[in-house]
């Protein structure tokens, strides 16, 4: 059984298209792509940096760390190992934004390897 979290006004995502929230103890980073409203875990499986703080370009969320691309429809990144959680969102018709803290897909950490092998930062990036 879902425990639905307001965590958020529609309004609040149209302006930024990016949101972090808090549902339950977790930290989730809410994207609007598309018309649609996406949840991930906040945290990188990678640098363990906040994605809220990241870019949202062509879809695709960008970490603010070493510029790994996540889809926030499943939380798998381009080209690397890992994957964030993802939840369950749903926006009432008055714009409310509810999440459920309970993952749908689970996180799954990258490997020390995958870690060592990806690209050093752009500074210009940032």
Not at 94 to 118: F, I, Q
Request: hydrophobic fraction near 35%; charge should be negative.
């Amino acid at each position: 059984m879902s425990e639905w979290v307001h965590v958020a006004e529609l309004k609040e995502l149209q302006r930024r298209r990016k949101k972090l929230v808090t549902a339950g103890d977790r930290p989730i980073a809410l994207f609007l792509v598309d018309g649609e409203v996406y949840a991930i875990d906040d945290t990188c499986v990678h640098r363990e940096r906040s994605l809220s703080k990241g870019t949202l370009l062509d879809g695709q969320v960008i970490c603010p760390g070493h510029q790994w691309r996540f889809d926030p429809r499943t939380g798998h990144p381009e080209d690397q190992e890992g994957c964030l959680a993802t939840y369950a969102v749903q926006v009432s018709e008055d714009g409310h934004v509810l999440v459920d803290p309970a993952p749908v897909s689970p996180r799954r950490e990258t490997t020390p390897e995958a870690a060592a092998a990806a690209p050093a930062p752009n500074p210009a990036a940032r």
